[in-house]
């Protein structure tokens, strides 16, 4: 099993739509990243997160602690949105730069 | 700030050969990582660097593979003798420090190695 699991694998949305990415991991972790990728191959780092909630423009990511989980949030979806979603934990039980990335959530936003 | 700089963005070489791969950190950044990303198996790092010097080397998958950073502001991930399972997009990361924290790391934009 991997020790970070996304859902949906796929998702296809509606311009204007609201969109949940879950991310659930299975170690302990000091922090939590979400990460973009174009269509192109960039990388972008969305969010970088231990505890809460935070909050950039359109996009909104929570994490619960106790449960393992996080959420990334999409509000009036755009077909700019559209990209690979990636999360990404640092675990307690790693050395401090090791990342471990989930398979990603590829969202398609149609006009 | 010109960002991560990777070089070659696109590299097709044949089996056997020597392959190297280039990465230029934002300035001012402590920490460099050299991850590999295929369809099979994601996004995996495969080394990173702190101070110049070398943390975590257990995801560089063989003896084939060796990186170095001689400085603040270089690094060289290299691949002898290539292999076409070797075939990905590397992408080179910084990030402006690590000890007893996290930091967001910020991503080149990639090479793509095609091994024949």
């Known amino acids: 099993k991997n020790e970070v699991e996304q859902s949906p694998q796929n998702l296809t949305a509606q311009e204007g739509e609201f969109i949940t990415i879950n991310c659930s991991y299975s170690?302990?972790?000091?922090?939590l990243h979400w990460l973009q990728q174009h269509p192109g191959g960039g990388i972008v780092s969305l969010f970088m997160?231990?505890?809460g909630k935070k909050k950039h423009g359109r996009l909104i990511a929570t994490i619960n602690i106790q449960e393992k989980h996080s959420s990334l949030h999409i509000t009036a979806s755009h077909p700019r949105d559209s990209a690979v979603y990636i999360c990404?934990?640092?675990?307690?039980?790693?050395?401090?730069?090791?990342?471990?990335f989930g398979k990603g959530t590829k969202l398609s936003v149609k006009p | 700030d010109a960002g991560v700089i990777q070089s070659p963005r696109h590299e097709v070489t044949e089996m056997g050969q020597e392959v190297t791969l280039r990465c230029k950190p934002i300035?001012?950044?402590?920490?460099l990582f050299w991850y590999r990303q295929t369809m099979m198996r994601g996004l995996e790092l495969l080394i990173y660097?702190?101070?110049?010097?070398?943390?975590?080397d257990s995801g560089m998958p063989e003896d084939r593979f060796s990186a170095k950073m001689p400085n603040a502001s270089f690094s060289t991930l290299k691949i002898q003798p290539s292999e076409p399972r070797d075939s990905a997009v590397y992408f080179c990361?910084?990030?402006?420090?690590?000890?007893?924290?996290?930091?967001?790391?910020?991503f080149g934009p990639g090479t793509r190695l095609t091994v024949t």
């Open positions: 990361a910084s990030s402006p420090f690590l000890s007893g924290g996290t930091y967001e790391q910020y």
């Open positions: 170690v302990g972790i000091s922090a």
């Open positions: 997160l231990s505890s």
């Open positions: 990404a934990v640092r675990s307690r039980e790693r050395s401090q730069g090791n990342l471990i």
């Open positions: 300035s001012g950044h402590n920490s």
């Open positions: 660097f702190n101070n110049n010097v070398p943390i975590d």
